[in-house]
């Protein structure tokens, strides 16, 4: 069912849609986004080269044949424009320091960065799954990082009932994570890495 409803949105997505836009932009914008910010640490600036390089990669679509492929090229254009952004920011202060592209240190870093966005992205999606109640507090305490006492307060509950609804998640999400770990990451570098 997930895979014929992914591949109704690629087609609206090859198609130029924007539904097929809209539901790739969200489905991978939390990950892109913590990619960028990784690369580059400036949160806002991140969330704008994503939203640029992801509408870069939308308009050559048609040389896209999968969702994998998608990931794969705007996880490349992110990379790129933020290399881009950090030799500008170098150029604005002034520094004399000599900014290499394809030092090892920096595509390890990249590469490092890709790993954390993937499992970022897996994270989230386990997340999402999660009954609703439960799924928002997780949300809360993980990506918000709010405290037990201000989700109980916010979502006007107990802070028992906040700390046994993150206990029930927290048990289901490493059940998952034990069992799709592995392949996970084997599938990451089948993506990105064995290319």
Not at 17 to 38: I, L, M, V
Not at 87 to 106: A, G, V
Not at 166 to 180: A, E, V
């Amino acid at each position: 069912m997930q895979e014929d409803l992914q591949y109704d949105h690629w087609i609206s997505f090859q198609k130029g849609e924007e539904r097929g836009f809209t539901f790739f932009f969200k489905a991978y914008y939390p990950s892109f986004c913590q990619f960028a910010n990784h690369l580059i640490n400036e949160p806002a600036e991140s969330e704008s080269l994503v939203s640029e390089a992801f509408l870069a990669v939308f308009k050559h679509r048609a040389k896209l044949g999968s969702p994998a492929e998608l990931k794969r090229y705007c996880y490349k254009a992110i990379r790129n424009s933020c290399l881009q952004w950090l030799k500008e920011k170098q150029k604005r202060e002034n520094l004399h320091q000599e900014w290499s592209y394809t030092s090892e240190s920096t595509e390890d870093h990249v590469l490092n960065a890709m790993i954390r966005s993937e499992l970022f992205e897996s994270l989230h999606q386990l997340i999402e799954s999660l009954p609703p109640q439960c799924s928002k507090i997780l949300s809360k305490l993980y990506i918000e990082g709010q405290s037990v006492k201000e989700i109980a307060e916010e979502l006007n509950l107990s802070v028992s009932t906040v700390k046994n609804q993150k206990k029930i998640g927290l048990d289901y999400l490493k059940k998952s994570f034990q069992t799709n770990l592995f392949m996970s990451v084997l599938v990451f570098f089948m993506r990105y890495v064995i290319i």
